[in-house]
């Protein structure tokens, strides 16, 4: 029988995983484009800067440009995000849960958010399809703006595929709790983050010592 981090895996599981692998490397790569693009910007933006003040000579449509490449680096890195849990998170009630209760409240959460993605799709293909229709294009030099509007609603396409793994995900822990994390982000605690942070040299004196009372306490 397979395995994923040691533990053996039911046929059905490991195809979630093998699924979970395949569709984590298409979300990378999308991750990828967003970060080229934002520092493509950034090499713009500085070309900007001197060439206005040295040269005279300015980037001709900047803020068309930067127009279009927000839609880039504003969605396609979202379905990645919320692969890893690193979506802003209210965990003052959810971080008490345990076993079924949690994942059933997550299950919950990720069909909600499945929900307003759907009219997201919708509405978002509109918005495409009208500005492919009339040819719509930015103000100062005319760029054509379906390219970067059909963006949007592919891009949470992609999300919506991530969610529906994650529900399936969430439901083979409610049904099992005790079964391997599989398509699921693994939200760490505030105990394990400090760790991280440790270990990586990036935590300061004050965590440090708040980390080691705590590990003092729960020994005692």
């Known amino acids: 029988m397979a395995t994923h981090d040691g533990v053996e895996l039911s046929p059905a599981a490991q195809r979630l995983a093998t699924f979970d692998e395949v569709y984590f490397k298409l979300e990378r790569f999308l991750n990828l484009i967003a970060a080229l693009t934002i520092l493509g910007l950034m090499f713009v933006g500085t070309y900007q800067v001197f060439g206005r003040k040295l040269l005279n000579f300015p980037v001709p449509g900047y803020v068309d440009v930067v127009e279009i490449a927000m839609t880039a680096f504003a969605f396609l890195g979202i379905a990645y995000c919320q692969k890893l849990g690193g979506h802003i998170r209210m965990e003052i009630i959810l971080g008490r849960f345990k076993g079924r209760l949690l994942y059933s409240v997550e299950l919950f959460g990720t069909v909600a958010i499945m929900l307003i993605i759907g009219i997201l799709i919708f509405y978002t293909w509109d918005h495409f399809m009208r500005a492919w229709t009339i040819g719509d294009s930015t103000i100062d030099i005319e760029i054509i703006l379906w390219p970067s509007k059909l963006v949007v609603p592919l891009a949470f396409t992609v999300l919506m595929g991530r969610l ?57």
């Open 164 to 220: 529906l793994l994650q529900a399936a995900g969430f439901a083979r822990l409610i049904k099992n709790p005790d079964a391997a994390l599989i398509a699921v982000p693994h939200i760490e605690t505030v105990d394990e983050q400090a760790q991280h942070e440790i270990d990586a040299g990036l935590a300061g004196e004050e965590e440090k010592v708040d980390l080691l009372a705590r590990n003092k306490a729960e020994a005692d």
